[in-house]
């Protein structure tokens, strides 16, 4: 990279995580929107969210299932039993109650988990099943039509925690290479960022000086911390921020870290860019490492 | 690998049992030469009666067919099955799966006692078209059945689920007793049509049928565009296409679960 910014010798760890993708549609984009984002809600974390959910991509009328207007969101949690539970929670208190929408499987796996295969009995003994080649699709009677859900959809291993964390001068050039980096993955096939706007300010470690807390600040990279801790950031450092990348497969979040990167160094910001790192735990806790030096190489 | 290809040497003076096709997929094409089928009252190999060429078993063509080949697609599984020309009686009866194209037309008994997979037949069919198969009290079981041409009487019988798509008219006495699936009929309607129904959704153009339900109130039914691209995409062609439809329900005099859409086209 012929950028001026230093890139730390570190690297990103990420865990194993079981994720789902499920597409939304309706009558317009507008309330296609209003289902994926309030289903997608208070899913930031799984320390205390239960899953980690963000929209994939928008679907166009030729790529929706039912040829309307949708988006594809993927959720992320760390056991099939979390994901199960809070697929089905969200998906009958945001999708089902949202007018005109419709859901569907967005990925086949060798274990499915339920969609509407519980939501059903909302029809109360009028719901009507269909099968249609290989998969099972409900028909729940609501008041403006008809809702209809697919009865399952799949479940895949896959990876969470992949991150970058940006190492600014000052707040406005630091929240400004993060929003580049963002719109750079926007589009990017098979992750999100289920931050909200994708971007974290509270990055955290493991434990706290309180015994029933499990996550803490994390201290080193807080700029008002920098003489009271052994921290990590140099006197020019005002403003940290770290961007949460889940992805469903190594390639996936490596590609997704690589552009990102690689467009903060592109961005006129990129001389108040001190450096960009990355959050691990010392390599201990997480099944994946992603060396920075290596993703950019 | 070139499709397996199968064409008849000889004009077939007796009826011919095809069900073996089926199991080619598993054979090499040497093993395949050799297996044996009965021909009248004499046991003779695939290759005294076919032309063989090709060796991928998966995909399978038969050329030249005619309609004393019967059986053709019986009990497929998996991959492939193409065949040009007319087929006998029970094409695709109880399949479980693969493709099954026919461009031609079937005798009756077709598709009998489905259980999965896709059967597409490019011209009419006779009787009994997803009926009962030997062994079992219910016609078809799942699967995707289409017929671009018109069937004949006696069609669709005691079907479970499943899609059946008869772009053509259907006979007499159709549709009887089915339990729930999706029928989709845009032809004409034969006489005594869809009796003692339990459930199901009819698809149909024919509006005379209507007359015995009742017309359900005007909303948006997300199920029918979602069906309409799913089959098309299924099909791999465009199957099926409306301008509007409306909806019936509950049926006057007998009681049943069973929907109706009027499609206009």
Request: with cysteine; glycine share 10%.
């Amino acid at each position: 990279m012929k950028s001026k910014i230093k890139i730390d010798n570190t690297f990103a760890e990420a865990f194993n995580m079981k994720a789902s993708r499920i597409l939304v549609t309706a009558d317009n984009l507008k309330w296609a929107k209003h289902a994926a984002i309030s289903l997608t809600g208070f899913a930031t974390s799984v320390i205390a969210c239960g899953v980690e959910a963000g929209i994939e991509c928008k679907l166009s009328k030729k790529t929706s299932p039912d040829g309307r207007d949708g988006y594809s969101i993927l959720l992320f949690s760390m056991s099939r039993s979390a994901l199960e539970k809070q697929l089905e929670t969200r998906v009958g208190q945001c999708i089902l109650t949202c007018p005109t929408t419709a859901v569907f499987s967005g990925i086949e796996g060798d274990d499915m988990i339920p969609l509407g295969k519980n939501l059903r009995y909302f029809g109360d003994g009028h719901q009507i099943s269909k099968k249609i080649g290989q998969k099972r699709f409900w028909r729940i009677p609501v008041m403006d039509g008809e809702f209809l859900c697919e009865e399952s959809t799949g479940r895949i291993p896959a990876i969470g925690g992949g991150n970058i964390i940006i190492l600014a001068h000052d707040r406005i050039s630091c929240l400004k290479a993060c929003e580049t980096a963002i719109e750079s993955i926007e589009n990017q096939p098979n992750v999100i960022t289920p931050f909200p706007g994708g971007v974290v300010r509270s990055g955290s470690k493991v434990g706290s000086k309180y015994k029933s807390l499990i996550a803490s600040t994390n201290d080193e990279f807080c700029p008002t911390l920098r003489d009271i801790v052994k921290s990590k950031l140099s006197k020019k450092v005002g403003c940290v921020m770290e961007i949460v990348i889940n992805g469903l497969t190594r390639d996936d979040i490596e590609i997704a870290m690589r552009t990102a990167i690689k467009a903060i160094a592109k961005a006129n910001i990129s001389a108040k860019i001190d450096t960009i790192s990355a959050g691990n735990y010392g390599g201990k806790l997480g099944q994946h490492k992603f060396y920075l030096k290596k993703i950019i190489k | 690998m070139k499709p397996l290809t199968l064409q008849p040497k000889i004009k077939f003076k007796f009826r011919l049992d095809l069900s073996s096709i089926s199991i080619l997929q598993s054979m090499s094409s040497n093993k395949i030469k050799t297996l044996t089928l009965m021909y009248g009252n004499k046991q003779m190999r695939y290759c005294d009666l076919f032309k063989i060429s090709g060796t991928d078993s998966s995909n399978i063509i038969i050329k030249s067919s005619n309609e004393m080949m019967d059986n053709v697609g019986k009990n497929f599984v998996r991959g492939s099955l193409t065949v040009y020309g007319n087929v006998g009686h029970c094409c695709g009866s109880e399949m479980t799966g693969g493709e099954v194209t026919i461009y031609g037309n079937a005798l009756n008994r077709v598709a009998s006692g489905i259980s999965g997979g896709l059967l597409r037949i490019n011209g009419s069919c006779g009787d009994y078209l997803c009926g009962k198969s030997n062994h079992k009290n219910e016609g078809i079981n799942d699967g995707l059945v289409i017929i671009k041409g018109n069937a004949g009487d006696y069609a669709i019988q005691r079907m479970r689920r499943g899609v059946v798509i008869v772009k053509g008219n259907v006979g007499k006495n159709s549709c009887t007793e089915i339990i729930s699936g999706t029928v989709i009929i845009t032809g004409n309607l034969g006489k005594n049509f869809a009796n003692k129904i339990k459930r199901g959704t009819f698809i149909i153009t024919d509006k005379k049928f209507a007359k015995n339900y009742t017309k359900s109130n005007l909303c948006e039914y997300n199920f029918m565009p979602f069906l309409v691209k799913h089959l098309n995409q299924l099909s791999q062609d465009k199957i099926l296409s409306f301008k509007s439809f409306e909806r019936f329900c509950n049926h006057k005099t007998v009681d049943n679960l069973s929907e109706l859409f009027v499609i206009r086209q």
